[in-house]
């Protein structure tokens, strides 16, 4: 009798099944939807630019006002080579536990494994909200009924693109933007330098000694927020794999951009303006009578750059919320597109834009929300956990080099993000005698 011996088209479906690794199995509508693994090494590059080279850069003249020159480019210099460092060490970590076919796709996946359950539910999960969602919200960038008819109908729109994937070419745009308004704002601050408008050059500290200690750890926490990222691992979640050394192309690809924007924006704001550098240097490009310094045709400019690409940026921060979003009220066994995702996810989405837009109008000084966000959500994850981890991951020899900086690395960044946490709320509390919520400034 003829046995019955199953097609080889069968067989060999079956074989794909069994070897798709277990948490590709069952990952849930999150997953499955917003974080799609299929970008290259240049993709990961403009979501990195995105996501660190964005308007907050804008506060690097405000931050050397109480830094001074030299504290100022030296802080500088050290954000930018400890956050290159940093990043480098999240991505290897995660590449590791990629090859133990662990592989994480969310900041708080790494949290649960290598620190624990309790660590990755009840601290960095809640701290990596409270930042990403706060810096979605960049109130403060322009006049309120501007703000909220020019931004928050862009973020309507953006925020229903389904996948961070496809955000790819919406970033690329987002980087060229970046190096636009970055050029107008070097420009703009060079010439009223250079001009008798401009107010006279002075870079003295204040002679108060708690405002001048206070300033600085302020002024650390806006920078620490301007080298920030906090979604390393969500980034590295959209490369297709292997993902091996991708991430690096990416990283450069980011630091290049950097580089040439922070320190231009950076030497010639402070430059220009000295201590009277405002907390949005482009505040600056306007008299105390509000009469322009430079030609409103070049400041509108400047301020339609800026708001495109804070569109782009907001839209990066809301991935890892549109996550929970799509994992919370999302069927991950019917269509993306199906209309039980399509309504629950426009709904969601839209209303997570409206509360994030309403937040941002409410809150009038940049650069204060800029410390705050950077003293408690950025100093922590993206300059003391990447070396935290590390050293879990990997355990270097307590005799070598790497584990003594990490632990150096740790140490001063925890201790700074403390400090840096009470000058950012006395910061706020100081102004928030002079601003209202919802003030048209």
């Known amino acids: 009798m003829a046995s019955l011996h199953p097609s080889s088209k069968a067989v060999h479906e079956e074989e794909d099944l069994n070897h798709v690794p277990p948490q590709e199995k069952e990952l849930d509508a999150g997953a499955l939807f917003v974080l799609k693994s299929k970008g290259s090494w240049i993709h990961s590059g403009y979501h990195l630019t995105t996501s660190i080279v964005a308007p907050a850069l804008l506060s690097l003249p405000y931050a050397f006002a109480s830094l001074g020159w030299a504290s100022g480019i030296m802080c500088l210099v050290v954000g930018a080579v400890v956050t290159f460092y940093s990043y480098n060490l999240i991505s290897l970590v995660l590449e590791h536990h990629a090859e133990l076919g662990h592989r994480h796709l969310r900041f708080r996946d790494m949290a649960h494994d290598i620190l624990g359950p ?122 297709a794999p292997p993902v091996k050394g991708k991430m690096f192309k990416g990283l450069c690809v980011c630091y290049a951009v950097l580089i040439a924007t922070f320190f231009c924006v950076a030497i010639s704001g402070y430059w220009a303006f000295g201590n009277q550098s405002e907390g949005l240097i482009l505040s600056n490009f306007l008299d105390q009578d509000g009469n322009a310094l430079v030609p409103k045709g070049f400041i509108l400019i400047t301020n339609l750059f800026t708001i495109l690409q804070l569109s782009a940026v907001s839209v990066v921060y809301l991935q890892p919320t549109n996550e929970v979003l799509e994992r919370t009220f999302a069927d991950p066994q019917s269509g993306e597109f199906s209309t039980r995702n399509v309504i629950p996810r426009l709904i969601s989405r839209s209303l997570s834009v409206i509360i994030a837009t309403t937040i941002a109008a409410m809150l009038p000084f940049f650069g204060d929300i800029n410390a705050m966000i950077g003293a408690f959500g950025f100093l922590p994850l993206d300059f003391v956990l990447p070396v935290v981890f590390y050293n879990l991951t990997f355990k270097p020899s307590k005799r070598s080099p790497i584990f003594w900086l990490n632990v150096s690395i740790a140490a001063v960044f925890s201790a700074m993000g403390v400090i840096a946490a009470v000058a950012a709320v006395r910061q706020i509390s100081l102004d928030a005698k002079t601003y209202r919520l919802f003030a048209n400034v």
């Not at 745009?173 to 704002?185: K, Q, R």
């Not at 708690?210 to 920030?228: L, Q």
Request: aromatic share 14%; hydrophobic share 45%; with cysteine.
């Open 118 to 239: 309790r660590w990755g539910r009840y601290y960095v999960g809640p701290v990596q909200f409270m930042a990403i969602y706060l810096l979605s919200n960049p109130g403060g960038s322009m006049k309120l009924y501007e703000f909220v008819i020019i931004f928050g109908s862009f973020m309507l729109i953006l925020a229903q693109i389904p996948s961070f994937h496809s955000l790819r070419h919406i970033n690329l745009v987002s980087l060229v933007l970046s190096l636009a308004y970055s050029a107008c704002a070097t420009a703009g601050s060079i010439y009223i330098g250079s001009s008798s408008k401009g107010p006279e050059k002075d870079y003295s500290l204040s002679a108060n000694t708690e405002t001048r200690v206070f300033g600085i750890f302020n002024a650390i926490a806006i920078i620490a927020t301007t080298f920030g990222n906090g979604i390393i691992p969500e980034i590295q979640a959209t490369l």
